[in-house]
């Protein structure tokens, strides 16, 4: 599944929310939104486009402990939180 096209502008919105910086990103996609959610959620189809492998200490609910997960390049892993987990609609992420 492609996620983006050269017709849609990769920058994001930066913000500033509880003292703390964010960039945010909002796309809309011309496919079924059960098949987006798929693409965002599901280890197999994040695989073809994310460059680590997400893990979750946990069920996926708001305020999980994720890990961002290389096996090629150990070095480039990192931690995050899943801020928001409302299914098929909503998936934000810390990192």
């Known amino acids: 599944m492609r996620l983006m096209s050269s017709d849609v502008p990769a920058d994001g919105r930066l913000e500033q929310a ?34 680590q492998r997400i893990e ?9 402990r994720l890990r961002f997960v290389s096996d090629l390049v150990p070095e480039a ?6 801020l928001v987990h409302d299914p098929p609609r909503t998936l934000e992420m810390r990192w």
Not at 22 to 31: C, I, M, S, Y
Not at 58 to 64: H, R
Not at 77 to 82: A, I, K, W
Request: zero cysteines; glycine letters at 10%.
């Open 77 to 82: 892993n990192f931690g995050g939180e899943l």
């Open 18 to 51: 509880d003292g703390q910086w964010q960039v945010r990103f909002t796309r809309a996609f011309a496919h079924p939104r059960d098949r987006v959610w798929r693409a965002v959620t599901e280890a197999r189809h994040l695989d073809a486009w994310f460059p």
């Open 56 to 64: 979750a200490d946990g069920d996926w609910m708001a305020g999980a």
